[in-house]
Each structure stands twice: as structure tokens, then as C-alpha cells.
């Protein structure tokens, strides 16, 4: 494995994770390709790529359970190791519960797993239940839970010896807009608690209100990483909201508006490259009363889908 090693955490608290040149392939299938990330303690971070990007191989080489092909991999400012596992709490894509477990005795014994006596397991998974909704079901298999329960299941487990580190990958999957909000207030509250979050999802708007910082990977390889509001900066505000009345011809005026979205109560308007503003505000007035007219920043979905949608090198 290489020594190489081009992010510098010696200065200021060890990062949670620090991966460097990490490159992973199964036969000849490269998953990931010479992948570099920080993740800073007590943040939420965001590993964001369309389907077969890499994200799951990289969250499964950050806790050991596949070992990269090359490059090396830190966390808490140490080389990964074993026993890094129990400060580390993992919520996987796929569900892995005991289907014909209780619900209160397979979170115990998942806290057991992670080094916590059977009284104290008992006290947390009790009382995460109750926070969760999940109470009144405790005594009930888990086969016997809807998807969405056991969703929540595998997010108590995850979570239950209070870890420093907070893998999810894709943890609002299932959840209806209620439990999605519910996952993530704690998510918020653990790391106001300082605790280190990374989050992998498909859901950009999530993403947007909750990371500080992301990765988006596309063919393994990082095309954006850093601070959110940085990548948001970078890509200029570029985007006008407009609402309007009446004649919507300044729209196909093609040295202004490279492209839009009519949501039919108002339109999100792309400007052209060197396109002036203040002209398309002139020409849309000329011919619609205009209710709205403000410069946004491009949305993360925007940035998102600019990114993957670039040649691959």
C-alpha cells in the first residue's frame, strides 16, 4: 500500500478521516480511482455521485470491511485499524437486521457488539425507541416491522454507543417526510454534539441543508470537494427566479437564457455565459409585469448533475 500521503493534517485536530490516492477495483472494473478526501471533526459531510460512482466501496473501505488497492486511509488522525470500530457507528444501503429478532433485543445485542454492558444497551435502546416512535414496538419482531421502521432500526443501531464518527449511506431510504425530518433533527443534534457525520445520499436537497462540506464522485474519481458554500460560490449566481405576468418572449432571447424551468407559478432562469442581468430584468419588463426578479445561487442538484454530466478524462 503507498505512503503517499498529499493532505496535510499534521497542523490544527486530526481530521475523522483522511483518505489519500485511495483506488479500489473488482476484475477490471475500477470502483474507485485515486480518491483524496478530508473530513474535519464535528462536521457533516456529504459523499454525494450517481449510482455506481463509488460511494459504497469508499464507506466500506473507510471501515474495514474491504481493504483498498492502494493509497492509505486514516482516521481520528491514526491509520485505520480494528480497533477503530467501536468509535465508529456504520448505517449500510442494504438492511442487515435478524428478521426474527425482537426489536429491543437486537439493538441490545448490536450494543453489545460494540462493547456496551447488557444493562447500559438495554437503557439506550429503550430509550431511543421512545425518541424514534418505535415504543410500543419493541416487543415485536422485526419482520413484523414496516420498511420504514426498520430503517429506523438499523439508525438506532448505528447510532446506540454513541460513536464519534457517524456513517450513513443512503439513511433516509424508506422514510416517509415525517420520519425523514425526525432522522434528521438527530442527525443535527449529534453533530451540535460534536460528533463527525458522513452522509451519502441521492436526496441533493438533504444534502444541501444539512453538509458543510461534500465530495461528488463520478467514475470514482473526486470532480468537486470542499466546503458547500465555497462550490456554491464558485459556480457564480448565475440562476433568476422570476414571476411574472403576461408576454414570456424574453425566455427564448438566447444571448440571455441559456435554459429554463417554467414551474408554472414562476420560472428558474439559467444565464448565458456573459449574459447581464440587468438587460434581461429590462427586456422582461418591457413586455410582463414582473412580481419577482432575483439572482440565486445554482442549486446543489445543478451542480450535481453539470458535474457528472462533464466528459469523463
Given at each position: 500500500m503507498s505512503t503517499e500521503a498529499p493532505i496535510d493534517f499534521s497542523s490544527g485536530p486530526a481530521n475523522s478521516v483522511v483518505l489519500s490516492s485511495v483506488s479500489k477495483s473488482y476484475d477490471d472494473f475500477v470502483a474507485v480511482d485515486d480518491l483524496s478526501l478530508r473530513i474535519q471533526p464535528g462536521k457533516i459531510y456529504g459523499l454525494l455521485g450517481p449510482n455506481g460512482a463509488g460511494k459504497t466501496s469508499t464507506l466500506r473501505m473507510m471501515i474495514g470491511i474491504i481493504?483498498?488497492?492502494?493509497?492509505?486511509?486514516?482516521?481520528?488522525?491514526?491509520?485505520?485499524?480494528?480497533?477503530?470500530?467501536?468509535?465508529?457507528?456504520?448505517?449500510?444501503?442494504?438492511?442487515?437486521?435478524?428478521?426474527?429478532?425482537?426489536?429491543?433485543?437486537?439493538?441490545?445485542?448490536?450494543?453489545?457488539?460494540?462493547?456496551?454492558?447488557?444493562?447500559?444497551?438495554?437503557?439506550?435502546?429503550?430509550h431511543w425507541c421512545e425518541r424514534l416512535g418505535l415504543g410500543s414496538w419493541t416487543g415485536k419482531k422485526v419482520e413484523e416491522l414496516s420498511k420504514g421502521?426498520?430503517?429506523?432500526?438499523?439508525?438506532?443501531?448505528?447510532?446506540?454507543?454513541?460513536?464519534?464518527?457517524?456513517?450513513?449511506?443512503?439513511?433516509?431510504?424508506?422514510?416517509?417526510?415525517?420520519?425523514?425530518?425526525?432522522?434528521?433533527?438527530?442527525?443535527?443534534?449529534?453533530?451540535?454534539?460534536?460528533?463527525?457525520?458522513?452522509?451519502?445520499?441521492?436526496?441533493?436537497?438533504?444534502?444541501?441543508?444539512?453538509?458543510?462540506?461534500?465530495?461528488?464522485?463520478?467514475?470514482?474519481?473526486?470532480?468537486?470537494?470542499?466546503?458547500?458554500?465555497?462550490?456554491?460560490?464558485?459556480?457564480?449566481?448565475?440562476?433568476?427566479?422570476?414571476?411574472?405576468?403576461?408576454?414570456?418572449?424574453?425566455?427564448?432571447?438566447?444571448?440571455?437564457?441559456?435554459?429554463?424551468n417554467d414551474y408554472g407559478n414562476y420560472v428558474e432562469v439559467r444565464l448565458a455565459t456573459g449574459a447581464d442581468s440587468q438587460e434581461l430584468l429590462r427586456l422582461a419588463s418591457a413586455g410582463a409585469r414582473l412580481t419577482r426578479f432575483e439572482l440565486m445561487e445554482p442549486s446543489l442538484e445543478e451542480i450535481f448533475i453539470d458535474a457528472v454530466n462533464r466528459p469523463h478524462e
Open positions: 481493504a483498498p488497492d492502494s493509497g492509505s486511509i486514516s482516521v481520528f488522525g491514526e491509520p485505520l485499524r480494528r480497533a477503530h470500530m467501536k468509535r465508529i457507528g456504520y448505517l449500510p444501503e442494504e438492511r442487515g437486521l435478524y428478521r426474527k429478532m425482537k426489536l429491543l433485543d437486537h439493538l441490545a445485542f448490536l450494543a453489545r457488539l460494540k462493547g456496551l454492558a447488557g444493562r447500559e444497551a438495554l437503557t439506550r435502546a429503550r421502521m426498520q430503517q429506523k432500526v438499523q439508525f438506532i443501531g448505528a447510532i446506540l454507543h454513541d460513536p464519534k464518527l457517524i456513517i450513513m449511506d443512503e439513511p433516509f431510504s424508506g422514510l416517509d417526510p415525517a420520519n425523514a425530518v425526525a432522522l434528521k433533527d438527530v442527525l443535527l443534534e449529534l453533530a451540535r454534539d460534536g460528533k463527525t457525520i458522513l452522509l451519502s445520499t441521492h436526496r441533493m436537497d438533504q444534502a444541501e441543508r444539512l453538509c458543510n462540506s461534500i465530495c461528488l464522485i463520478n467514475h470514482g474519481r473526486a470532480v468537486l470537494e470542499g466546503d458547500l458554500n465555497q462550490i456554491k460560490a464558485a459556480h457564480g449566481s448565475s440562476n433568476v427566479q422570476i414571476k411574472y405576468d403576461g408576454d414570456s418572449g424574453f425566455l427564448q432571447e438566447k444571448r440571455l437564457v441559456q435554459s429554463f
